[in-house]
Nanobody, 125 residues
Framework: QVQLVESGGGAVQAGGSLRLACAAS????????MGWFRQAPGKEREFVAA????????DYADSVKGRFTISRDNAKNTMYLQMNSLKPEDTAVYYC??????????????????WGQGTQVTVSS
């Protein structure tokens, strides 16, 4: 079982930047895809970005394309989300997830088997 811990959330003004990190531990990390989802108050959790084990396949939600960048450092068992040009509508709790099995990739919530506790991102106008 993989344990995930997010960090890097906070409060920023519109146009600002934040970098989220997701550290994985507790089980073999090799081969697993990872992703970021977010949940705003009163809304369902939604896909933000995903990255395959090798980093060679990446997807973004249309709402964050060109502003957010997902990356991972497998040597450090850590995934990142660089968020630039933040907007008030980016305000949410951000969760990182790891895929159910090795060497599979998807962008649906059901494709992920373990989740972190979440980190709050608040963007003010």
């Amino acid at each position: 079982q993989v344990q995930l811990v997010e960090s890097g959330g906070g409060a920023v003004q519109a146009g600002g930047s934040l970098r989220l990190a997701c550290a994985a531990s507790g089980s073999a990390f090799s081969g697993y895809s990872m992703g970021w989802f977010r949940q705003a108050p009163g809304k369902e959790r939604e896909f933000v970005a995903a990255i395959v084990w090798s980093g060679g396949l990446i997807d973004y939600a249309d709402s964050v394309k060109g502003r957010f960048t997902i990356s991972r450092d497998n040597a450090k068992n850590t995934m990142y989300l660089q968020m630039n040009s933040l907007k008030p509508e980016d305000t949410a709790v951000y969760y990182c997830g790891v895929s159910h099995r090795r060497y599979v990739y998807g962008t649906r919530e059901a494709d992920f088997g373990s989740w972190g506790q979440g980190t709050q991102v608040t963007v003010s106008s």
